[in-house]
């Protein structure tokens, strides 16, 4: 992808996006049933789009909205529903016309009125609310959320995703259930849709503390009294997004030597720093989104950044941002020896695009390694149950146990990664950064990196279908392929796709779900120049495996 020369700038007036615009868009425009980019559709974070494109519209929440009532009501969901919301233009639009809709269904909401509340923040609400034991809670009185949130995409897009009572990402079971039943009332023209007055709907809402419970009960997932005897410098930056009550919260509550550096709350994002592709995107892995922070690395021992919705970490030290599958790394070690309360038989749950440093790290420390499909949901029962101690994925996206063994959340948790970063400098006396640099000279240094490539429709359905056996090649990077993956490793799911390996280098391609691409992501433990090796053939063996015979 090439570089624009706007990449880690702050952004132009021009590139900002007009909210008034957007917001009518959200009300006026009627998506086309008939055109695929306009329906609803489901991917790894719920359903995705903007207002001014007619895929992410009030018709749509409406639809998918009623749909998720249906589907409560049909598996015996009784409890209350904790939504959330995040920064973007299209949320607070997208949460009202929710409430109605679950108010109107006679669904109990439990939210702040006026109020962002981050991802994390409602894992942790349903998995307490639903907690085995929990004085006064009858067996069926379990709970459920929602979140619009389109996490780090570009100000213009909104978002919805449903967590079911596990408290995480909804199973392709009840996505693909919820999907094809809101399309169908978008085909009848919303005649199914139940809704009241915004009046009603508001005075039907029960106003709900996520902040408190959750801040209050960080000590038992981190080691705040180390972090805060250590006296470790903290910076924070929330990109503009919902966390930024949360880390208020957390400073003032736990006495931790903590900086805010940025409080903006701004639609439009205007404070944020260009991605590398020209667009604005609060994304708290990329160096150039970050670049407000990172030139602040010296004033802190670590800085953390978060999306809008805070289910991603990004990590700045000294040393400057690290890599997320770096960092996947750093936390495993890290956790797995100083986690006593953990069973002994916890699992490290990886998605089959992190770094195979992190198989390395879990045969150092005695630990099991289950590497899943792309998305968060694999991780969910593990977590639950506890035989996952952690669960990471590539792109910044984590979550792990309680130190008593137990579960915090089972989505993505943005902020407890960060808080980890202070612990183990305080813990360690050293930086994640510098735990990395003793991780590489134990088990190797790793490139890595992740590509597009363009493929039509017929080529990214030959791809997401492809067995083992149309893959001719029997060498990658001058060395022997030791596996063909089209089902992932740990749990035998279809990962959409195809990942070839050897015991030095890796290659990974998935079909794009938005865009004419697919996603070549790959690593190497020889340099960066065997790593742009691996890339050259990977193209090729896509390539003749999509020609077929």
């Known amino acids: 992808m090439t570089l624009s020369p706007l990449a880690g700038k702050r952004a132009p007036q021009s590139l900002l996006t007009n909210i008034p615009r957007l917001v009518a868009h959200y009300y006026e425009t009627r998506p086309d049933v008939h055109d695929p980019l306009q329906r609803v559709a489901f991917g790894t974070s719920g359903h995705r789009g903007t207002s001014i494109s007619g895929s992410f519209n009030e018709s749509h929440i409406l639809a998918v909205t009623q749909a998720v009532a249906e589907h409560r009501a049909a598996a015996g969901i009784t409890g209350p529903l904790f939504m959330g919301l995040d920064t973007h233009a299209l949320s607070e639009p997208a949460w009202m016309t929710a409430l109605q809709v679950l108010v109107a269904n006679g669904v109990q909401v439990r939210a702040q009125a006026g109020a962002f509340t981050p991802t994390p923040l409602i894992s942790h609400a349903i998995l307490e609310h639903n907690r085995p034991g929990r004085e006064g809670k009858p067996d069926h009185d379990w709970a459920d959320g929602i979140v619009i949130t389109p996490s780090h ?155 809008p919705d805070a289910d991603r970490h990004g990590i700045v030290t000294r040393a400057g941002l690290m890599n997320p599958n770096h960092y996947l790394a750093v936390m495993i070690e890290y956790l797995f020896s100083h986690r006593p309360g953990w069973r002994e038989g916890a699992a490290i749950g990886k998605t089959l695009v992190s770094s195979a440093l992190i198989d390395r790290v879990g045969a150092g420390i005695g630990r099991r390694v289950v590497e899943v499909p792309v998305g968060f949901k694999y991780f969910v029962e593990g977590l639950l149950d506890g035989s996952f101690g952690f669960g990471g994925e590539e792109s910044a996206g984590a979550s792990f146990l309680r130190r008593d063994g137990t579960p915090w959340s089972t989505d993505k948790d943005g902020l407890i990664p960060g808080l980890l970063a202070a612990e183990m400098t305080a813990v360690t006396g050293k930086t994640p950064s510098e735990r990395f640099a003793d991780l590489t000279a134990r088990y190797g240094e790793t490139a890595y990196d992740r590509q597009d490539a363009p493929a039509d429709a017929a080529q990214k359905k030959i791809l997401s279908s492809l067995s083992p056996e149309q893959v001719t090649a029997t060498t990658l990077g001058g060395d022997p392929i030791t596996a063909k993956l089209t089902r992932a490793p740990g749990n035998g799911a279809g990962i959409g796709g195809l990942k070839v390996t050897t015991d030095q280098a890796w290659f990974a391609a998935r079909p794009s779900g938005t865009e004419d691409v697919y996603k070549i992501y790959a690593e190497s433990f020889r340099g960066e120049g065997h790593l742009r090796q691996v890339m050259a053939e990977a193209r090729d063996v896509v390539s003749a495996a999509l020609q077929g015979p």
């Open 153 to 307: 995409n570009p100000p213009q897009d909104g978002g919805f995703k449903y967590n079911p009572p596990s408290g995480g990402p909804a199973d392709t079971d009840v996505t693909g259930a919820v999907q094809a039943r809101a399309n169908a009332i978008l085909e009848n023209e919303l005649r199914d849709v139940q809704r009241v007055s915004l009046e009603d709907a508001l005075a039907g809402l029960t106003d709900f503390d996520f902040i408190t419970p959750y801040v209050s009960q960080l000590g038992t997932v981190v080691n705040l009294d180390a972090i805060r005897q250590s006296g470790v410098r903290i910076g924070v930056d929330p990109l503009g997004g919902s966390s930024l009550p949360v880390w208020q919260a957390v400073g003032a509550q736990h006495g931790l030597n903590l900086t805010i550096v940025n409080e903006d709350i701004d639609p439009r994002f205007a404070f944020m720093s260009v991605d590398r592709d020209g667009k604005i995107r609060m994304d708290c892995s990329s160096p150039y989104a970050m670049a407000g922070l990172l030139a602040l690395k010296g004033d802190f021992d670590v800085a953390i950044g978060n999306d």
